[in-house]
């Protein structure tokens, strides 16, 4: 299912981070860093962080021009397979997601799961939606699948419900239960760097399996390694769920 979120450049301009969002060819943090390492410009001048792109401007990253896209937006879920890489960086990681997927349009993930884990992820060329679902405060669901070491035993399960203390934080309570003698599922609302991982070896377990089996009212029906369209109920939930987030009061 494909959606157009900026056919020309509005009157009153657009930030430059957000245009490079909107038009899809990063995220708005991502769009941030270029701009930070001065990659950007704006009519052949390096721009402040807050400049805005007006009609008939020309914006450029790395010395390439980008343009709003003809083509409609896509959307598509993907069941990642252990091994493969969640990169844009098609150069330097040959076992990435883009070239596995090997989708007609530049796309890119939304989060990412490491390389031993698999599942769900979400890929588009739509920035706007990337930032929104990745903003922390969205408090947005994301359930997995884990298999530990060894027998889970006394308390282990509450305590990664309840919190723990990984990368100088305490984690958000969550809800977790229990599946087998060594495995469990979980359902987070954040996205810390291998947090589940960091999460198990805090309480003295290693995770051996980890999959994603969904994210928000995304679910994984897919065989490993496959890929496929958003549908459009999908697509219209996914954009209610992110508008009512934005206009949440935190």
């Known amino acids: ?16 981070n957000k245009y490079l969002s909107v038009i899809g060819y990063c995220s ?14 704006l009519n052949g001048s390096v721009p402040e962080m807050g400049t805005k792109v007006m009609p ?9 021009l980008v343009v709003p896209p003809k083509e409609d937006f896509v959307y598509i879920l993907f069941n990642k397979p252990v091994g493969i890489v969640c990169t844009t960086d098609t150069k330097r990681e040959k076992d ?30 739509d920035g706007d939606i990337v930032n929104k679902i ?3 405060k969205n408090h947005h669901e994301k359930e997995y699948l884990v298999w530990v070491d060894k027998s889970i035993r006394g308390d282990f399960l509450a305590k990664m419900a309840a919190g723990v203390p990984i990368l100088d934080t305490v984690t958000r309570p969550c809800q977790v239960f229990p599946l087998g003698k060594q495995s469990f599922r979980i359902i987070l609302t954040q996205g810390l760097n ?4 960091r999460m198990c070896t805090a309480l003295g377990y290693e995770v051996t399996r980890l999959k994603r089996i ?4 995304l679910h994984l029906d897919l065989p490993v390694g496959k890929w496929r369209d958003l549908r459009p109920d999908e697509l ?11 206009n949440a009061i935190d």
């Open 96 to 125: 990435n997601i883009i070239d596995f997927i090997g989708h007609p349009k530049r796309i890119f993930h939304v989060g990412r799961l490491d390389k031993p884990s698999e599942g769900l992820i979400l890929l588009t060329n």
């Open 1 to 16: 299912m494909a959606m157009s979120k900026l056919e020309g450049i509005p009157e009153e301009g657009i930030r430059i």
């Open 134 to 136: 990745l903003r922390a």
């Open 56 to 64: 008939g401007d020309l914006v450029r990253v790395h010395g390439k």
């Open 194 to 197: 291998r947090q589940i991982r």
């Open 28 to 41: 708005r943090r991502a769009a941030d860093a270029l701009i930070a390492q001065e990659a950007v410009t």
């Open 214 to 217: 969904r994210i928000m009212h």
């Open 236 to 246: 219209q939930q996914l954009h209610s769920t992110l508008a009512a987030s934005e």
